[in-house]
Every structure is written in structure tokens, then in C-alpha cells.
């Protein structure tokens, strides 16, 4: 979200847009609540797939060394955290019609601020993996060039 628009100026804005109608304005905010449930579980597929290659391959790539194993382990640690931010921060369920009641224009304050916050998770979840699969992907160059013939 552009830190210029705030919640306030943001709600006013799709109130306008879609002229009130209370319908189009939350499924609309749903709408871009469910591209972050499908960003998030794109992110778990991809420390999943992590997890399964260091099954195969983890004790090879610790064997190649002290560095590689600290590189291994770290990498596996950052992206299991990534992945248990993107499951607490994101994929936790939040129905927007248990927002208490009240009006259209504070439900879609509140339906704002949730998204907000699933983004703000996503942000950070997305920093941890992509730092995670570096060190993964530095300890899996240890083991190549450990291999390489002289």
C-alpha cells in the first residue's frame, strides 16, 4: 500500500468506487485477502520442497564440510520460520464477517487493516525464504566445489 494512503482515505476510496455497494467492496478486500492465501501457500510449497531435497541430500551436504552443515542448518531454520510466519501471519483464519457490527465504512476500515497486517506478514515471510534458500543454496555450492576434481 502506498504509505501516502491511509486506511481512512483507502475505505473512502473503494466506498466511492464501487458506490456503496457493500457487496462489491468486501469482495473486493476478499479478493486480495485470497492473492495472499495463494502467495502464502506458494511460499509453503517452496519450503516444503526445501525440507524434502535436504531429506535426500542434507547428510551429503553436511559431509562436505563445517561450513556447508552452519550454511545447511541456517538456511533450513530461516525458512522454517519464514514458513511458520507465512502459516501464523497469513493462513490464519480471520472471517471478515466477524468483524463486530457496525458500519459499511468501519467494517472496510477493519477488513483493511486485517489485510494490511497478512501483508505485512507476507513481506517478512517472503525475506526469510528468499534469505533462507541463499544459505541453503550456498551450502549446496560448498558440496559442488568440494566434489571438484583437481
Request: with cysteine.
Amino acid at each position: 500500500m502506498d504509505p501516502t494512503v491511509t486506511v481512512d482515505e483507502e475505505a473512502a476510496h473503494l466506498l466511492a468506487l464501487y458506490d456503496g455497494d457493500s457487496a462489491k467492496v468486501m469482495g473486493e478486500i476478499e479478493r486480495q485477502l485470497g492473492i495472499l492465501m495463494g502467495r502464502a501457500q506458494t511460499l509453503l510449497s517452496l519450503a516444503g520442497l526445501t525440507i524434502t531435497v535436504t531429506g535426500f541430500s542434507g547428510a551429503s551436504i553436511a559431509h562436505s564440510g563445517p561450513i556447508a552443515a552452519v550454511l545447511l542448518v541456517s538456511g533450513l531454520v530461516t525458512v522454517l520460520v519464514g514458513a511458520s510466519l507465512s502459516m501464523g501471519g497469513i493462513l490464519r483464519i480471520r472471517w471478515t464477517s466477524q468483524l463486530k457490527p457496525c458500519s459499511l465504512e468501519d467494517a472496510v476500515k477493519s477488513a483493511i487493516r486485517l489485510r494490511e497486517e497478512k501483508t505485512r506478514a507476507f513481506s517478512r515471510s517472503l525475506a526469510l525464504l528468499i534469505v533462507g534458500l541463499a544459505l541453503y543454496v550456498g551450502s549446496v555450492a560448498m558440496l559442488l566445489l568440494a566434489n571438484l576434481k583437481p
